[in-house]
């Protein structure tokens, strides 16, 4: 995976997914503190999961393995959860990444306006009911990753973002009222779900 996205970038990007929890033992005081502040299991679980990987690349990338220094949305690293899986990414020489990933499933059609503009929502219209809801799901993660690569985000909607071509797993995207922000996206699919990770250059943001 590594290669795949480092090839597409042409930066140094590395990609780590975690099933585990990280041991309580191995978390520092500081995020120890924000581990005991959530009030279910499975958020602390999904929690754990994240921080495992975080750390993972961190300590790959000789840095402190303290996530706590980390905050989002970040310039070099990114974090998702879904389906009990944490993928965490890191890529270097960007203005902002992000990763996200969701698990294939039935899907709310009159969700689509909520995130895809008239034009993304016109051509998800022309395809059968099973690739309608994959390329809801898909391009509802190309649109979370392009938003967790805005570092200037806080007055951004997921809708803001608009894709060169809907259909391409390989893609461009720019901002509504930003036209000198530029997006680059990769989706990744499988059996499982769909993957995309984003970044925006230095020169955009």
């Not at 990007?13 to 500081?30: A, D, T, W, Y």
């Not at 929690?47 to 070099?76: H, I, M, V, Y």
């Not at 938003?147 to 803001?160: C, P, S, T």
Request: charged share 20%; hydrophobic share 40%; aromatic share 10%.
């Amino acid at each position: 995976m590594d290669k795949i996205l480092s090839q597409w970038s042409g930066k140094h990007v590395s990609l780590k997914k975690c099933e585990q929890p990280l041991p309580l033992s191995q978390l520092s005081l500081n995020e120890r503190k924000v581990y005991d502040s959530f009030l279910t299991q499975s958020r602390k679980t999904d929690w754990l999961k994240g921080r495992n990987a975080l750390k993972e690349l961190l300590l790959k990338n000789g840095q402190s393995s303290d996530t706590q220094r980390l905050s989002f949305p970040n310039q070099a690293f990114s974090l998702t959860h879904n389906d009990g899986l944490a993928i965490a990414i890191t890529m270097n020489d960007v203005a902002g990444v992000g990763v996200d990933f969701e698990a294939w499933h039935k899907v709310k059609p009159q969700m689509a306006h909520w995130f895809l503009n008239n034009t993304e929502q016109s051509w998800l219209s022309t395809l059968s009911s099973e690739q309608y809801d994959k390329e809801f799901v898909r391009l509802w993660t190309v649109k979370e990753a392009l938003f967790k690569a805005a570092m200037n985000n806080e007055q951004l909607a997921l809708i803001d973002f608009q894709l060169d071509q809907p259909s391409a797993m390989t893609g461009i995207a720019t901002v509504d009222n930003h036209p000198s922000w530029l997006f680059y996206y990769k989706c990744i699919v499988d059996d499982v779900g769909a993957l995309c990770v984003a970044f925006s250059q230095r020169s955009t943001l």
